[in-house]
């Protein structure tokens, strides 16, 4: 079986640098890097009484591993107000947490060359664990400061109605 049905001329895989997010049903700015979408399947193993010598094994809990967003710091409060929604310095007791909005479904499009999306992936009830506003300022490096999202999860899955499109030739 060919690798790309639609575009059988299409030998190289995806490139991996250019995707975007979404949340709240509009795209991030300025999200330049993501961790990898992992799951872990936990292996329990067991064995019959009878048979001393052999042991079986089964699969357990499956558990994601979380997904870290980074992206160059700037004005946008996108990433901070969502950190804010999981805990608020001087919110008042019982009011730190934002409970009916502190989650959010995430989808992860990865687009090929020339831009049409070939992936999504939707990220589901994610939730910010570490928030990092700025990162070690030096003065003596030339870098871009960089503010990050560790998020939590409760799983994701490939979005089957995105296809392969045909890619046009110039």
């Not at 928030?131 to 999202?149: R, T």
């Amino acid at each position: 079986m060919a690798e790309f049905s639609v575009n059988p001329h299409r030998f190289d895989p995806y490139k991996n640098f250019k995707f975007r997010i979404k949340w709240d049903g509009r795209y991030v700015a300025g999200v330049s890097k993501i961790s990898s979408l992992k799951r872990n399947t936990e292996v329990i193993e067991w064995r019959q009484g009878g048979e001393p010598n052999l042991t079986r094994r089964m699969p357990g809990f499956t558990s994601f591993e979380p997904v870290t967003l980074e992206r160059g710091v700037t004005h946008d409060p996108e990433f901070e107000d969502w950190a804010n929604k999981v805990w608020r310095l001087g919110a008042g007791l019982g009011s730190e947490v934002s409970l009916a909005d502190f989650r959010k479904d995430l989808i992860l499009e990865v687009m090929n060359e020339g831009g049409q999306i070939v992936l999504a992936y939707k990220i589901y009830r994610c939730w910010v664990s570490n928030y990092q506003a700025l990162p070690d300022l030096d003065a003596n490096e030339p870098a871009i400061a960089i503010e990050s999202l560790t998020l939590q999860h409760e799983g994701w899955e490939r979005d089957t109605s995105v296809t392969e499109p045909t890619e046009k030739s110039t």
